[in-house]
């Protein structure tokens, strides 16, 4: 009886010694190499939109939106107009045309968003001005900008536009409680590439001058002088 005690005790402690090492090691395991667990994601076509059709013509098309019901607005930058769409794809109505006046638009806007007040925003950085209309594209207002802007985000009545310009110490969130009238600034730029400011500011380039990203991304840049602009695809 006590021999066999012994045993069902060095047995409890192997078996004891092999859980907790086996634990230990999938332990390891996972800290080392984490397991992404793989869940399966059906894709359906529901729709496209873009074609030879008078109102799917879309030329540099930079941007879209959707609004809470669903409805889609295209920025069809090229041709200067806002196309909006049905959750279906079904063409609803077309609002903006090229020119400088009141609600109107250049052939290079390049951003469309609705905000929390239901308003639908257009940045327009070669007109130096947003666009403000409402769902139906009725013209409300615009703001002036005196920068090149990338996006924007209302919060309790104040505007934050964001940009994005290679120049050291920039502060890359604007605060504006007039739209486009920046009244202060904050956050810290990094740059994406080691070095890359010393390698832009020996750019033979007089001032005034300024440097932007292109949306198209961070490797291709664009630099705006008082007269021209330059596109630099590497550097």
Sequence with gaps: ???LRII???ILVLSSSLILSGFAKNIDSQTAHPKI??????????????????????????SFTVDKNGQIYILDAGNSRIQCFSKEGKFLFSFGRQGQGPG???NDATKIKILSDGNIYVIDNRQRRINVYNPEGKFLFS??????FTDIVLLNNTYYLSSLFLEENHKPINICRTLGKVDSSFGIFVE????????I????????WRMAYADSGITKLRLFNTCNHLNINSL
């Design 1 to 3: 009886m006590k021999n």
């Design 8 to 10: 069902l005790i060095i």
């Design 37 to 62: 667990a793989e869940i399966p994601i059906k894709v359906e076509l529901l729709f496209k939109l873009g074609s030879d059709k008078e109102n799917e013509d879309f030329y540099k098309l930079h």
């Design 104 to 106: 109107e638009l250049s």
């Design 143 to 148: 703001g002036k900008t005196s920068g090149y």
């Design 192 to 199: 994406p590439a080691v070095n890359l400011l010393k390698r």
């Design 201 to 208: 500011n020996r750019l033979p380039f007089p001032p005034p």
